[in-house]
């Protein structure tokens, strides 16, 4: 799994804990970015698909920014 995948990750089992929801939308933008992301998680990708799904991380973080921080800043 790639490094932005990971962080990803980590990112909405941290947000579940304060916004389900915002977890829940964040993942379901990404899926909807690129379709194919559980299987392309469950098999190996070139470096094109790779970084195709990197990108579609980064974009989705930038939709959510805000709302990402807010979320982030209640678990302190």
Known sequence: MNETLNGFARLITALVATDGSLARELVEALQQRVPSVLHDLASSRDAASDRALSDAVYAVLEQ?????????????
């Open 64 to 76: 959510y920014g805000e709302r990402i921080e807010a979320a982030l800043r209640r678990l302190d």
